[in-house]
Nanobody
Framework: QVQLVESGGGLVQAGGSLRLSCVVS????????MGWYRQTPGKQRELVAS???????NYADSAKGRFTISRDDAKRTVYLQMNSLKPEDTGVYYC???????????WGQGTQVTVSS
């Protein structure tokens, strides 16, 4: 069974930075599209950023200019560098993968990000 292990969250003041990591225990990682989602109470899980096998990146409007997604295929790891954090970035962050058209229905435990004002 595929495992997704997120880490790197924490408590940070507004304007600060965090770097999230997600290690994926799936073969052929390099062909996957990887993404970071954010879950906040009362809201649907939101796709914040994604990166495909060719390193093409997409970002939610809320993340553009502040977040950078990257990957290390040798380490089967995807990262999310978050700068200029805002209180509205608070939530639990999850990574996920897509092979084909649909995102996997597999989630890790997530990592909590809390941004204080």
């Amino acid at each position: 069974q595929v495992q997704l292990v997120e880490s790197g969250g924490g408590l940070v003041q507004a304007g600060g930075s965090l770097r999230l990591s997600c290690v994926v225990s799936r073969s052929h990682f390099s062909v996957l599209t990887m993404g970071w989602y954010r879950q906040t109470p009362g809201k649907q899980r939101e796709l914040v950023a994604s990166i495909n096998s060719g390193n093409k990146r997409n970002y939610a409007d809320s993340a553009k200019g502040r977040f950078t997604i990257s990957r290390d295929d040798a380490k089967r790891t995807v990262y999310l560098q978050m700068n200029s954090l805002k209180p509205e970035d608070t939530g639990v962050y999850y990574c996920n993968y897509r092979y084909g058209s649909a995102w996997a229905n597999t989630w890790g435990q997530g990592t909590q990000v809390t941004v204080s004002s």
